[in-house]
């Protein structure tokens, strides 16, 4: 396992369209986090899973987006019709169950909305 | 109120010199993790380093070390030595444990700029 993969790297989409990422964290890892990023910003906090169970939801996360993990192993973020604002770099991390240790990030999906 | 600022958006120091990136946070948790984070300009965000609250003794990795003031709320980055391939973008991040959920949070980051 070499580390957080995501797919796909670069997704461009229009308007009204939806899209759908994955994202497979490290294999022994129960967290899962979602973030998105927008140019010149530090990643912002979406969601975040321990095991299959979606803990917590930020209020960035509207009614268009909807994350799963169905099996506590990998997860995806679906956007439904999708709007510009959304253009942004999303970003997926996973730790182990311990508050001292660090999330590992993936490479991220560019996505744009044109 | 921002939970992490970072107040320096750029910064330049010439290869071999230290070279410090600042970070204050704000919480009423009395237990939290704070965490310095790379991310170069392929996009992918690299752990460096990492301090709890609790922890009596300022972290250190390799050249990066963590300037730890609880009084103050700062936790500074300090890299020694510079790299040209430190060159990057530079985000401190917090994750207060007291909420039960224990997300990260990250400031606006730093851009470093090493110049040979």
């Known amino acids: ?114 | 109120a921002q939970k992490i600022t970072q107040t320096q958006p750029g910064m330049f120091v010439q290869e071999k010199e230290a070279v410090t990136l600042d970070c204050t946070y704000d919480t009423s948790d009395p237990s939290y993790g704070l965490f310095w984070y790379k991310q170069p300009s392929s996009g992918e965000m690299i752990f460096l380093i990492y301090q709890g609250s609790y922890d009596q003794q300022n972290a250190t990795e390799g050249r990066y070390s963590l300037n730890f003031q609880k009084a103050r709320k700062s936790a500074n980055l300090v890299i020694s030595a510079s790299q040209l391939g430190d060159s990057a973008m530079y985000f401190c991040a917090m994750r207060e444990l007291g909420g039960g959920y224990q997300k990260v949070t990250f400031g606006t980051g730093t851009k470093l700029q090493v110049i040979p």
């Open chain 1, 1 to 114: 396992d070499t580390g957080v993969s995501q797919d796909p790297r670069h997704k461009i989409t229009k308007r009204g369209q939806n899209v759908t990422f994955r994202c497979d964290p490290i294999s022994e890892h129960n967290r899962l986090y979602w973030y998105r990023q927008t140019l010149g910003q530090g990643p912002e906090f979406l969601t975040y899973f321990q095991n299959e169970a979606q803990l917590e939801k930020s209020r960035l996360l509207s009614d268009r987006f909807s994350a799963e993990r169905p099996k506590g192993s990998f997860s995806t973020l679906e956007i439904q019709r999708t709007e510009q604002g959304d253009s942004a770099m999303y970003l997926c991390a996973s730790s182990l169950n311990s508050y001292n240790t660090e999330a590992f990030f993936g490479q991220g999906t560019r996505l744009t909305v044109v």
